[in-house]
């Protein structure tokens, strides 16, 4: 059952563009049916989701939306859809629901929550 934080943040999101709204009820549904221990809140303006520790966020952008990986950079990129340069992180830009399975995403969060559970 989402909080009053995260149904605010949802609610914003579908004002702004209900494409994009789609497409982070989908990627939500995704994470958290991987396992019922999943939680989520609201930080750093998106959703962050932990199993014992974070290991994903999604971000609503004006044109897209954003699953990031704050661990990104130790996952196998297999499908050669991960973005980013930096140290550790990583993300996947998203335009509609279609990229979800186009960019193998269930894939890519399951190798992030097994990285999150590790001692």
Known sequence: MPTERISKLLDDIRLL???RFEL???LRG?????DPSISEE????GLLFSSGKPFC???S????VSLEFGEG???PDAFKVLEGAGKFRRHIKLLSVEDIRGKHVR????LARGLAAEP
Do not use: E, N, T, W
């Open 17 to 19: 563009d209900a494409g």
């Open 24 to 26: 982070v009820q989908a």
């Open 30 to 34: 995704i994470i958290l049916d991987l």
């Open 42 to 45: 609201v930080k750093y303006g």
């Open 57 to 59: 966020g999604v971000f």
């Open 61 to 64: 952008y004006a044109k897209h």
């Open 73 to 75: 950079a130790s996952l």
């Open 107 to 110: 894939d890519y969060l399951v």
